[in-house]
Nanobody, 128 residues
Framework: QVQLEESGGGLVHAGGSLRLSCTAP????????INWFRQAPGKEREGVSC????????YLEDSLKGRFTISRDNAKNTIYLQMNSLKLEDTAVYYC?????????????????????WGQGTQVTVST
């Protein structure tokens, strides 16, 4: 199974920014929809965003609009999650995932499937 890799997490003060990256060494992600999830301590994993291949639809959780942006750079085989104006409640482990089958997203992912390809996660901690 293809292993995705996230990076870019860290410790940031509230109001700060981070940019998370997702890639798959040796595997071309260009043709696939890629999702971001997050899991805060003691909470269930939740969908954050989905970006389709090429110029397909992009979805972002409503509560995050205006602060988070998802994008992709096919030349770098990388999907980004730009997070601005970070809040304490954004603290979580962030994961990228894909079924590596569909090209278009159908919405913000509501269910996470163990059969998908996942990364190991990257920790984002927002402090006061």
């Amino acid at each position: 199974q293809v292993q995705l890799e996230e990076s870019g997490g860290g410790l940031v003060h509230a109001g700060g920014s981070l940019r998370l990256s997702c890639t798959a060494p040796g595997f071309n992600l260009d043709y696939y929809a890629i999702n971001w999830f997050r899991q805060a301590p003691g909470k269930e994993r939740e969908g954050v965003s989905c970006i389709s291949a090429f110029d397909g639809p992009v979805y972002l959780e409503d509560s995050l609009k205006g602060r988070f942006t998802i994008s992709r750079d096919n030349a770098k085989n990388t999907i980004y999650l730009q997070m601005n104006s970070l809040k304490l409640e954004d603290t979580a482990v962030y994961y990228c995932a894909s079924d590596l089958n569909r090209s278009n997203c159908v919405g913000v992912p509501k269910v996470s499937f163990t059969s998908w390809s996942w990364g190991q996660g990257t920790q984002v901690t927002v402090s006061t």
